[in-house]
Structure formats: C-alpha cells, structure tokens
C-alpha cells in the first residue's frame, strides 16, 4: 500500500520541478508540428491537417433532452449523466449489432436486414421491454417509409 502514494508523490515532486523550471526560464515550449523537426509547419502537409482536427464523438445528448421533455418538464440532466447514457447506449447497440451481424453470418447474407436486428433485440433484450422495442421500431419504420 504504501507504493502507490510515494509514485504520486513523486509524480507530484516532478510536475512541481517543471513548473518552477519554466516560471525561472519565463519561456513556454511551443508545440511541435506532427512530423517536422521546427515548430510550425509552413507547408501543410495532409498528415499535418489530420492530425489536428479532433475526431467527432456522436452524443445522443439531444435525444436525451427531447424524451425528457416529453415525460418531465423541469427535469435536466448533468454532464456526467448524459455521459453515463451515452455509454450505456452506445453499448447496447454494438451489442444488438453484433448480434444482427452474428444472425446475418449464420444465414450465410453479408447484409443486415431490419428482420436480423429485430431477431437480435428479442434475444438481447427482457421479453416486455423487447416487445415494447419492436413495437416501437416497427411505427418509427412506418412513419419513415410514409414520409418518403
């Protein structure tokens, strides 16, 4: 036990030097450019524009307030509650996807059909809240196809 916190203290010990070091010098190190041995990068080169953009990370954030709406006006959610959603649903889909794709393999199709999928919840899923699921994908669908 008595491992870990003298690694964080002399973590700790560490960052502090480096701070001092940089407020005697006054300078900041400037950030390298990804593959170039100066600083900046006078000629962007693809790699130096893919490098930095920051990848998008979907969040169903506005979803969660919508159906919020609906049932609880005054409710809102914290940041940390849309994340631990977030997580929660991005899980069960690679989990019903996977499924589907499992159902799709042992049918010997290389696609996905809106019959695999509805297989897949039924088994993922409790029988009632799969039932409800299905119903509601099957109006969602319709409600589609209708507008289209």
């Not at 889909?93 to 996977?98: P, V």
């Not at 049918?107 to 039932?131: E, F, H």
Request: include cysteine; proline fraction near 2%.
């Amino acid at each position: 036990m008595a491992e870990p916190t003298s690694s964080i203290s002399s973590v700790q010990r560490l960052c502090s030097e480096e701070l001092k070091k940089t407020e005697m010098t006054g300078k900041k190190k400037k950030p390298r450019c990804c593959h170039h041995r100066h600083r900046r990068c006078h000629h962007h080169h693809r790699r130096c524009l893919r490098r930095h953009h920051r990848k998008y990370k979907g969040s169903f954030a506005i979803y969660y307030h919508r159906l919020l709406k609906k049932i609880h006006r005054g409710l809102r959610l914290s940041q940390q509650m849309i994340y631990i959603l977030d997580s929660f649903v991005n899980d069960i889909f690679k989990c019903i996807a996977s499924e589907a794709g499992r159902l799709a393999h042992k049918t010997n199709r290389s696609s996905i059909s809106s019959r695999d999928i509805q297989a897949a919840v039924r088994l993922l899923l409790p029988a009632n809240l799969s039932k409800l699921a299905v119903i509601q994908a099957t109006k969602a669908l319709l409600r589609f196809s209708q507008n289209e």
